[in-house]
């Protein structure tokens, strides 16, 4: 995974659980503006969701964070 998307999902990650709580929950979405402006990288992180950890849609955004962190 690219740095940049790393370290996009690590920062909306956090925002979401210090606005709501730990038990916020988020899709791979979440990550990105309401437009498609960079299909490559919506489609990076949907294969790492999807493909690669087989996730559901909404997981949690501590378990990602943590995932992203350990390099998963």
Do not use: Q
Not at 54 to 72: C, Q, W, Y
């Amino acid at each position: 995974m690219r740095a940049n998307l790393r370290k996009k999902i690590i920062d909306v990650c956090d925002k979401k659980v210090a606005s709501k709580g730990a038990d916020v929950g988020l899709s791979f979405y979440a990550f990105f503006a309401n437009k498609n402006d960079d299909p490559d990288l919506l489609m990076e992180a949907a294969t790492w969701w999807i493909k690669t950890h087989k996730l559901d849609h909404f997981e949690k955004a501590v378990k990602i964070k943590s995932m992203v962190e350990s390099g998963a």
